[in-house]
């Protein structure tokens, strides 16, 4: 699946295209198969989103899981910091992501 | 310390007054990110793998109290409670939101810092020698030049479009402890036979994907006339550096290219000509910044015994302290560098206490090292052990100074958008398996440096043993190097061969020190037994 991704301008939060506005959690990724150019386009236009791009990414029976350890690292927050993390309360978070 | 003038103040407060207008026009749309981008990395602000991320300038290393807690208090209030002291002896904050960074930036503005030029193709923060105005073995306290240094090149017009960015090291004494020949600029403060002071300029070094060590461009160089040196030197660079390929515009790639002789040959005729124009500062100048370093008010006639009857005090005191040129005072560097840690890492609550610490014990001053550690520089022996235990009790005590245990770790896949594989986890994986104190010791001083790519912010190419990681088909992998040295016998490391997975790096690492252990004569260090018996003994043990 082909998801997109970018920063929120104002606080630089990894987000996420989730069908009708951007997510915090990858999870929440939408396949865009086609039309991710004028999303983005889109997007852009309204100054609140900046760095946005599309990545390669699998639906898995526990989430959506980018395809490059970047963009999941990206996706989860810091392997060496789990507190600060997208799942601060789950010590093996840090699993999917290697 | 140097205390700002009114220009330094007004330079500074006009720039947080500026940033904060481009910033608010960004938010509201009136410029777009392409025309943004520029603006914010002038002043330090990249956006990183998970955020924003300021990257704040400490001028040769050197912090007041007051400006280190700040540190801390920013920590706090801007970002998530920590803080992370770079290679670059400034330090990181990786959590930052645009919207808040202009008070950030007044915030620094108000203890006399900033986070200008720490980003683009200009001349950054110059480094020093982390002992300047302590180390017994100094020659020249190199704090002065190196503030003329950033006052000459902060906003320097002619040098803000540099084709690569630019780095400077100076330090004083004959051990170098800035790993000054791996420069784009490294500066020796030193002496001829007649006395008199010089400044050598080894010129054209670096890291990065093209390792180089500098050659001696300028032998000496009168100190009076260090900034026309300095712009020759700049202006050969800014006139025939390579503009087209990012990875061939470095200096060294252009002193390689046509030679360390022809270099010297044009610098030596633009120095000729710069010299006609009067564009050294005044030596009255240099005089007034000297007097910010004057020798603060050390007690005379003081003892140097140490009741050293606590065992882990006195294993501390001999790992982690030097020499000073005062009797009766020593050098103390707090490793941050704990078993299984971050490296460089430090908590809102440590700087904090690493500040007060200062202001108690060490006349108000600290110094950040690139090795990522910091200094109390002026510490009166009959203090180390009361110091010592509130460091202990604040994990900070850890008493590994220049042991495998004290590795060099740039943040990595973890946290750097250009990275190509995570440095932290192997650093915590080394230091775990390296974790008994006696078994560092046994190996002595071995310098063991990681990066997560080829940019080599982690000195990987310097280190005794450095770990570069790849990105092999999407798989992180490690090659592991030998013999690399930053130190006044700078050498580059040497590939061993095949890469590693993150376990097998550690398991080769410590095959390494297997060998070393073996082979070693008596007095050598693992970087001299290399030297002396080549790379075969370790491929053998490594991968045979």
């Known amino acids: 699946m082909k998801i997109i991704t970018g920063n929120e301008l104002r606080t630089g939060d990894v987000i996420w295209w989730a069908g009708e506005g951007w997510s915090r959690h990858v999870n929440d990724a939408v396949d865009v198969p086609e039309g991710a150019e004028a999303i983005i386009a889109r997007e852009n236009a309204k100054q609140i989103v900046t760095d946005t791009h599309v990545i390669d990414a699998t639906q898995t029976p526990e989430g959506v899981r980018p395809a490059h350890i970047k963009d999941r690292i990206r996706a989860l927050g810091p392997t060496v910091r789990l507190d600060l993390s997208l799942k601060p309360a789950d010590p093996t978070a840090g699993n999917w992501v290697i | ?544």
Not at chain 2, 80 to 85: D, E, K, L, V
Not at chain 2, 224 to 232: K, N, P, R, T, W
Not at chain 2, 241 to 266: C, F, P
Not at chain 2, 327 to 355: E, F, H
């Open chain 2, 1 to 544: 310390m140097y205390q700002y003038d009114s220009y330094d103040q007004q330079m500074v407060d006009t720039r947080v007054a500026e940033f904060r207008d481009q910033v608010s026009r960004r938010l509201a749309g009136e410029i777009t990110e392409d025309q943004f981008k520029p603006l914010r990395l002038k002043n330090g602000l990249y956006l990183q793998l998970h955020a924003y991320m300021l990257r704040v300038a400490i001028p040769y290393g050197t912090l007041s109290s007051a400006q280190m807690r700040m540190l801390g208090d920013i920590a706090d209030k801007y970002d998530r409670g920590y803080g992370h002291f770079t290679t670059r002896q400034n330090i990181q904050y990786n959590w930052i939101k645009l919207e808040q960074a202009p008070d950030l930036l007044a915030d620094l503005a108000s203890v006399e810092m900033h986070a200008i030029q720490t980003s683009g193709n200009c001349i950054r923060n110059t480094t020093a020698d982390q002992f300047a105005g302590a180390a017994a073995d100094e020659l020249v306290d190199p704090r002065p030049y190196a503030e003329l240094l950033r006052q000459w090149s902060t906003f320097h017009p002619e040098f803000d479009y540099l084709p690569r960015k630019f780095k400077i090291a100076i330090i004083g004494s004959d051990t170098d402890r800035a790993a000054m020949k791996l420069h784009d600029i490294g500066i020796q403060l030193v002496q001829n036979d007649a006395g008199e002071i010089g400044c050598r300029f080894y010129v054209g070094g670096g890291m990065g994907r093209t390792p180089m060590i500098a050659p001696v461009i300028g032998d000496f160089v009168p100190p009076l006339q260090m900034i026309s040196y300095l712009e020759a030197c700049l202006r050969v660079y800014n006139r025939y550096g390579r503009r087209d390929n990012k990875y061939k515009a470095r200096i060294k790639i252009l002193v390689h290219e046509i030679g360390a002789d022809e270099y010297r040959r044009q610098v030596e005729e633009e120095f000729a000509h710069i010299l006609t124009l009067g564009l050294e500062p005044p030596p009255a100048e240099l005089e007034r910044i000297k007097g910010f370093f004057e020798q603060p008010g050390f007690e005379a006639g003081l003892s140097d015994d140490l009741d050293l009857s606590d065992p882990d005090f006195a294993l501390w005191v001999d790992q982690n302290t030097h020499a000073h040129k005062q009797p009766g005072y020593a050098i103390v560097t707090i490793s941050l560098k704990p078993v299984g840690g971050i490296p460089g890492d430090a908590t809102a609550d440590q700087i904090r206490l690493m500040a007060d610490l200062a202001k108690e014990l060490s006349f108000d001053e600290l110094r950040v090292t690139h090795a990522q550690n910091i200094v109390l520089p002026h510490v009166r022996k009959a203090d180390l052990y009361a110091l010592w235990q509130k460091l202990d009790a604040a994990g900070l005590a850890d008493a590994n100074l220049d042991l495998i245990g004290d590795i060099i770790a740039c943040p990595g896949l973890d946290y750097c958008s250009l990275a190509n594989a995570r440095s932290i986890p192997v650093a915590q994986k080394i230091s775990e398996r390296f974790a008994d104190l006696g078994r560092q010791r046994e190996l002595g001083e071995l310098k063991l440096k990681i990066s997560g790519c080829i940019n080599a912010c982690g000195h990987h190419h310097a280190g005794h043993i450095g770990i570069l990681g790849v990105d092999r088909k999407g798989t992180e992998n490690y090659q592991l190097l030998l013999g690399g040295s930053e130190a006044a016998d700078t050498s580059l490391g040497t590939i061993t061969g095949p890469g590693f997975s993150e376990d097998g790096i550690v398991d080769a690492v410590e095959k390494a020190t297997n060998v070393y252990l073996a082979q070693r004569s008596d007095g050598e260090r693992f970087l001299d037994t290399y030297r002396r018996i080549g790379m075969a003994p370790f491929k053998e043990a490594i991968y045979g």
